[in-house]
């Protein structure tokens, strides 16, 4: 057989190419077993209709069509999910910023500190959301108690009230704040102490330092957890399934637990698929969206593009 | 992507770098800087409080009785402890069992993991061959797909393959190298001087040789991040093994908690539920507090990749 694109044969470099594809072998067939060829059949499944027992039914694009066009609880699910990702990753961007800031202070003891706010990050699941239900609890809850320590009135029923509930599970997402923070952290620490001193010396101020030489310093730290926090937090799954089940009517119906009924409680195998192919293009939508702003705040130290 | 060029795990970022900065604002111990500091501190002290808060609420509630629960205002410290909560733990529910099946999914996973990535990631690291980096690029582009776009053709086939119900979903998968992992190994791989590997040819290693004798040495601190990594997100994973696991004797911990929280005995004792949550997250608790180097590296590599 002749192979034009590998390099000579019997040469070193041809059995280093033939060592690579050999070593490679285990990504190669993950790939195609669990990637490509999964996306094939999703995009085919996504066209019909299908409970597992029967034959599968061509549709066309009917699913599509129905979930845009005839499923309220489709652009309920895509509402609430929206609400809680634009309502957490901004407020958990901000304070992992600050955080990071404060920390970068010459702090007596800063990592037994750093290790404190980043504790909740390590811990996640079913027993975080439990954890959490218990904190939620309108009479005996911890949230309530300290809420009437302080103000002596008692707090809302956080779950069980529509409005609400999306801010509970935001306040939640707080708590791992830390996460975010230890990153931007590590950044900070790489910015250069003479671009501190250069400031020092033309005589700018603490503000003006932050503005002009931190912010842009970490913008890529900052740009890098927007984009993996808006694709995790489009795909929040436990908290909904387990806390609430997506209620109070629907309030809390998260877009991946709206696909997991459709999928493993209706198996409507179809339809789930293209709620799924449907979740990537909104997240492909706003992650661009995120890339292509980043040219205009995302500030890359060094001439080469990256 | 100039971080793929980049050595990016540096060993030891020098920590003391953020206080060389700070060393002449110290010195002048302005009125302004000192305030500042205070505020600082106050404000990490707070944090820190709110963080460890829910922990301490969980451990507290977990020794309580059934009365002392349900009190308010609520008690921190119970009256007696009642260690009764932590073994009815093992009885009122087989959560030995649960910790088991948890366990052994777990290491599997992360020996998989540990394996086949750490192959891959040298080639990829090491090895020239034509189409290499069309091939690595093609693995960084499967991170950015949700797993809800494959997750319904894979459980599919393991349905054909009549692997329902049984472990092999959770664990056959972590052996076909995650893109992840590969991408964070090949990484550290990169930061290894390759006059070590020539040194290594010189001495009459081969393609293998040189992976056991140098790569790997010099690498166990990224194959501990990346097995810890693994471990963690295996331990508290949800959604997978509720859909792959559902009878009782193969449950893992967070689908034992899901389940055991809507049946009658579960939902209507806190002191029990929480006893069950300390114990499903004492081991990523332990295993920060005793490999917290391994994260700060793992964060560092995988956070300033942007």
């Known amino acids: 057989m002749h192979l034009a694109f590998l390099p000579k044969r019997g040469t070193m470099a041809r059995r280093e190419a033939y060592w690579f594809y050999g070593l490679i072998t285990p990504w190669t067939l993950g790939f195609l077993l669990f990637t490509a060829y999964p996306i094939i059949s999703s995009i085919l499944l996504s066209l019909m209709r299908w409970d597992l027992v029967h034959s599968p039914k061509p549709v066309g694009f009917s699913n599509y069509t129905q979930a845009l066009t005839r499923d309220p609880l489709f652009w309920q699910s895509l509402k609430v999910t929206a609400i809680y990702t634009f309502g957490s990753v901004p407020i958990r961007l901000a304070a992992g910023l600050a955080v990071a800031i404060l920390m970068n202070q010459k702090i007596p003891w800063m990592p037994f500190f750093r290790t404190i706010w980043y504790l909740p990050s390590v811990v996640s699941g079913v027993a975080v959301a439990i954890l959490w239900l218990w904190i939620f609890n309108p009479y005996f809850g911890l949230l309530n108690y300290l809420i009437w320590l302080i103000f002596r009135v008692q707090g809302p029923f956080w779950l069980a009230k529509e409005e609400l509930v999306l801010p509970a599970f935001i306040i939640m997402s707080l708590w791992s704040v830390g996460g975010g923070m230890v990153i931007v952290l590590a950044a900070l620490q790489g910015v250069p102490t003479e671009l501190y001193e250069a400031a020092e010396i033309d005589g700018a101020a603490r503000w003006s330092k932050f503005l002009h030489i931190t912010i842009p310093m970490v913008s890529p730290v900052i740009f890098f957890n927007l984009v993996t926090g808006i694709i995790d937090t489009f795909q929040v799954f436990t908290a909904g399934y387990v806390m609430t089940s997506g209620g109070p009517n629907n309030a809390s119906l998260f877009y991946v637990l709206y696909l997991y009924r459709n999928a493993w409680q209706y198996l409507a195998m179809g339809y789930a698929s293209a709620l799924a192919w449907i979740l990537f293009v909104v997240i492909m939508f706003f992650t661009v969206l995120v890339l292509r702003s980043s040219s205009l705040w995302v500030h890359y130290e060094g001439v080469r593009a990256r | 992507m100039t971080a793929l060029e980049r050595p990016a795990m540096r060993e030891r970022v020098p920590a003391n770098r953020a206080g060389a900065r700070q060393a002449p604002w110290l010195l002048r111990k302005s009125v302004q800087e000192r305030l500042w500091r205070g505020f600082a501190l106050v404000l990490i002290l707070v944090g820190g409080a709110a963080c460890l808060l829910p922990f301490l609420w969980m451990v507290s509630t977990s020794f309580k009785s059934q009365v002392e629960v349900y009190?308010?205002?609520?008690?921190?410290?119970?009256?007696?402890?009642?260690?009764?909560?932590?073994?009815?733990?093992?009885?009122?529910?087989?959560?030995?069992?649960?910790?088991?099946?948890?366990?052994?999914?777990?290491?599997?996973?992360?020996?998989?993991?540990?394996?086949?990535?750490?192959?891959?990631?040298?080639?990829?690291?090491?090895?020239?061959?034509?189409?290499?980096?069309?091939?690595?690029?093609?693995?960084?582009?499967?991170?950015?797909?949700?797993?809800?776009?494959?997750?319904?053709?894979?459980?599919?086939?393991?349905?054909?393959?009549?692997?329902?119900?049984?472990?092999?979903?959770?664990?056959?998968?972590?052996?076909?190298?995650?893109?992840?992992?590969?991408?964070?190994?090949?990484?550290?791989?990169m930061s290894i001087p390759a006059e070590m590997d020539d040194a290594a040819k010189i001495d009459g290693a081969g393609v293998l040789g040189t992976f056991f004798r140098i790569l790997v040495p010099m690498s166990k601190p990224a194959l501990a991040t990346v097995a810890i990594f693994s471990f963690m997100g295996d331990w508290s994973s949800f959604f997978g093994p509720l859909l792959y696991l559902n009878s009782k004797d193969k449950m893992t911990v967070p689908v034992a908690l899901s389940f055991f929280r809507n049946t009658q005995s579960g939902s209507g004792n806190m002191a029990y539920m929480m006893a069950v949550s300390v114990i499903a997250l004492l081991p990523p608790v332990l295993i920060f507090f005793f490999a917290q180097r391994y994260f700060i590296q793992g964060i560092v590599v995988t956070g300033l990749k942007g």
């Open chain 2, 71 to 189: 009190q308010f205002p609520p008690r921190w410290i119970p009256r007696h402890f009642l260690w009764r909560n932590y073994t009815a733990a093992f009885t009122i529910l087989p959560f030995g069992r649960f910790f088991l099946n948890s366990a052994i999914i777990a290491i599997s996973s992360m020996i998989g993991t540990v394996l086949s990535c750490s192959v891959v990631a040298y080639a990829f690291a090491r090895l020239r061959a034509p189409g290499r980096d069309a091939l690595f690029l093609v693995l960084l582009a499967t991170m950015m797909l949700p797993g809800q776009v494959t997750i319904i053709p894979v459980y599919i086939t393991f349905r054909y393959l009549g692997w329902i119900n049984t472990f092999k979903p959770l664990i056959v998968p972590s052996f076909f190298a995650g893109a992840f992992s590969v991408f964070l190994l090949r990484q550290f791989f």
